[in-house]
C-alpha cells in the first residue's frame, strides 16, 4: 500500500533523509526507531505534505498513486493520517469541532454524506471513552492547555474516528505515565485491521512491548540502517545504536 524508492529531504536547504526506502502492506504495522535528529519527524512530515519538506530524489507511492503529488487534504482525504509528535495548539477552535470539519472533510473528498450530529456524538462518546478521553476534553479549544498525556490521547481518539487506511504515530508514547501508554496501545491496537497499514515511530523499545510490529527498521543519518522482526527492538535496547549499527553510530 506504501512504497517509499530512495527518498531524499531537503529542510531549509539541509539533507536529512538520504536514500530511504521502505513498503509497508495493508494490514502490516511497521516500528520505525532512531536516534535523536535521525529524520523520523522529518519522514513523517513528508508523508503528511507538511510545506517546507522538499523532496530532491525519490518516490512516494501510495495505493498505487503518487503521494507526492497529492496536497495535504489529498493526502488525508485518501486515508493518510498523522499523529503527530508535538500536536497543535488551536486557541478559538473546540475539539469537537475541529473533529467534525475534520470527518466532514475526509467524507466529503470521498463523496460521502455529512456525518450527523446525533452520529457523530455516539461514535465521540464512544472512542472518547475508549480511549480515556473527558468529555470536558471534548469541549475545550483543540490541545489547549491539554497536558502532554491528553493530547497524545487526543490524537489517537482523531484517529479512532477518522479510521484512516495508513496510520503514522510520531513518538505517540513519549510523555505518557504507563496507564496512559496502555491506553494508547489499546486504542491503536483496536484499530488494527488487515486493510489497514501503520507506521509507528518511537525511541523507546517499550512501546513495542504493547503494539507488537510485524517489523522493525532502525533509522540513523536519514536512511533505514538495519530491518528486521521484533527482536530487533529488543536488540537495539540491549546494545544500543552503537553495537547495532557500528561505533560510529554509538553518540548519536
Ligand atoms: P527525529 O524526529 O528523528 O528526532 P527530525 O526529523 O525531527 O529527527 O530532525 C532530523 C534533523 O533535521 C535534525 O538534525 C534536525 O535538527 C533537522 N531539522 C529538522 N527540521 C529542521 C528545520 N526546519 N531546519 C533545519 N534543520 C531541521
Ligand atoms: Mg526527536
Ligand atoms: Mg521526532
Known amino acids: 500500500m506504501l512504497e517509499i524508492k530512495d527518498l531524499h529531504v531537503e529542510v531549509d ?8 526506502s ?5 494490514g502490516e504495522v511497521h516500528a520505525i526507531m532512531g536516534p535523536n535528529g535521525s529524520g523520523k519527524s522529518t519522514l513523517a ?7 517546507g519538506y522538499e523532496v530532491t530524489k525519490g518516490s512516494i507511492t501510495f ?6 503529488e497529492m496536497e495535504p487534504e489529498e493526502r488525508a482525504a485518501a486515508g493518510v493520517f498523522l499523529a503527530m509528535q508535538y500536536p497543535v495548539e488551536i486557541p478559538g477552535v473546540a475539539n ?12 466529503k473528498a470521498r463523496g460521502q454524506p455529512e456525518i450527523g450530529a446525533a452520529e457523530f456524538m455516539k461514535k465521540l462518546r464512544e472512542k472518547a471513552r475508549l480511549m480515556g478521553v473527558k468529555d470536558e476534553l471534548l469541549k475545550r479549544d483543540l490541545n489547549f492547555g491539554f497536558s502532554g498525556g491528553e493530547k497524545k490521547r487526543n490524537e489517537i481518539l482523531q484517529m479512532a474516528m477518522l479510521e484512516p487506511r495508513l496510520c503514522i504515530l510520531d513518538e505517540t508514547d513519549s510523555g505518557l505515565d504507563i496507564d496512559a ?10 484499530l488494527r485491521d488487515p486493510s489497514r497499514g501503520m507506521i509507528v515511530i518511537t525511541h523507546y523499545q517499550r512501546l513495542l512491548d504493547y503494539i507488537v510490529p510485524d517489523r522493525v527498521h ?7 540502517q538495519r530491518s528486521g522482526s521484533k527482536e530487533l527492538a529488543l536488540e537495539l535496547e540491549e546494545g544500543g545504536y552503537g553495537a547495532l549499527l557500528g561505533p560510529e553510530f554509538a553518540h548519536e
Open 181 to 190: 501508554l496502555r491506553t494508547v496501545a489499546d486504542g491503536v491496537n483496536a
Open 13 to 20: 536547504g539541509k539533507k536529512i533523509i538520504n536514500g530511504l
Open 96 to 107: 469537537m469541532y475541529f473533529l467534525r470539519q475534520a470527518m466532514n472533510a475526509v467524507r
Open 63 to 68: 495505493d498505487g498513486q503518487d503521494l507526492l
Open 45 to 51: 512530515y513528508v508523508l503528511a505534505g507538511r510545506e
Open 22 to 26: 521502505l513498503e509497508v502492506g495493508a
Open 218 to 224: 532502525v533509522l540513523a543519518r536519514g536512511a533505514i
